[in-house]
C-alpha cells in the first residue's frame, strides 16, 4: 500500500480536523468535496478555501440525484428540521445514502489518484442516530469497496470514538484550533464558525467546545 489520502470533505468541523490530520500522517492529501443539493451549498466554497490555505488538491463531485431520492430536512427546503432525535427512527436531517455514495465515488476518485486511504469524519461516539456514521458500516463498505473495485483501500475514522470535546482537543494538539473554530461551517442553517447554538450539529459542536475549553483551564 502506498501513504497518499483522499478526505472526504465538506469543511464542517470533523472534516477539517480529519483533514489536518490526514497531512500530518501522509505523504500526499487530496480533498473531495460533494455538491448534493444541500441547501447550505457555501460549504462547498468553505472547503475550497480551507483546502486552499492547507495547500491540498481539492475537487469537487456534482452528485445532485441524491436530493431526489429521499425527503430530508438538509436538501429540502420546505421541511422543518428534527430539533431532537425521535425515538425509533432517525432524524429528518439523515440523507439516506449520503456517505454510501460519497465513499464509493471517493474509492474512484481515489484509486484514480494513487491513493490507498480513504478518511471520513464520522463518529459512532457523539451518535447522531445517522446509521452510515457507525463502525460496523463503515468496516463492512471498506471490504465491499476493495472486493467491488479489486483495489486495497484502508478506510480510517480518526473520530470514530472521540466525542466533541476530544475532537476540539485533536484540533488543537494539531495546531489548527481557531481554524477549526473561526472558519469551518457545521451549522445546518448555515452560519460559519460558533453556527446558530440550536439546529442538532450545533448542539453537538457549541457543549463540546465549551467542554474542551474548561477542562483546559
Given at each position: ?58 475537487e ?14 438538509l ?21 439516506p ?121
Amino acid at each position: 500500500m502506498n501513504n497518499n489520502a483522499l478526505v472526504v470533505f465538506s469543511g464542517g468541523q470533523d472534516s477539517t480536523t480529519c483533514l489536518f490530520w490526514a497531512i500530518k500522517k501522509f505523504d500526499k492529501v487530496y480533498a473531495l468535496s460533494f455538491a448534493y443539493g444541500q441547501k447550505h451549498e457555501n460549504e462547498v466554497e468553505i472547503a475550497r478555501n480551507i483546502a486552499a490555505k492547507a495547500g491540498v488538491p481539492f475537487e469537487v463531485m456534482h452528485i445532485p440525484f441524491i436530493a431526489s431520492l429521499s425527503k430530508n430536512s438538509l436538501t429540502d427546503s420546505s421541511m422543518e428540521m428534527d430539533q431532537e432525535k425521535p425515538a425509533n427512527t432517525p432524524p429528518n436531517t439523515f440523507v439516506p445514502g449520503r456517505n454510501l455514495f460519497f465513499l464509493s465515488i471517493a474509492a474512484v476518485y481515489a484509486m484514480e489518484h494513487d491513493c490507498d486511504n480513504l478518511i471520513t469524519g464520522v463518529s459512532q461516539t457523539d451518535f447522531s442516530g445517522y446509521p452510515d456514521c457507525r463502525d460496523s458500516f463503515i468496516r463492512s463498505l471498506n471490504v465491499t469497496l476493495n472486493l467491488a473495485l479489486e483495489h486495497q483501500f484502508v478506510i480510517h475514522t480518526p473520530l470514530m470514538w472521540l466525542d466533541k470535546a476530544q475532537t476540539w482537543e485533536l484540533a488543537d494538539n494539531l495546531g489548527v484550533l481557531d481554524v477549526i473554530r473561526y472558519e469551518t461551517l457545521t451549522c445546518y442553517n448555515g452560519i460559519i464558525g460558533d453556527g446558530c447554538g440550536h439546529c442538532p450539529a450545533c448542539k453537538l459542536r457549541r457543549p463540546g467546545l465549551e467542554l474542551f475549553l474548561n477542562n483546559k483551564k
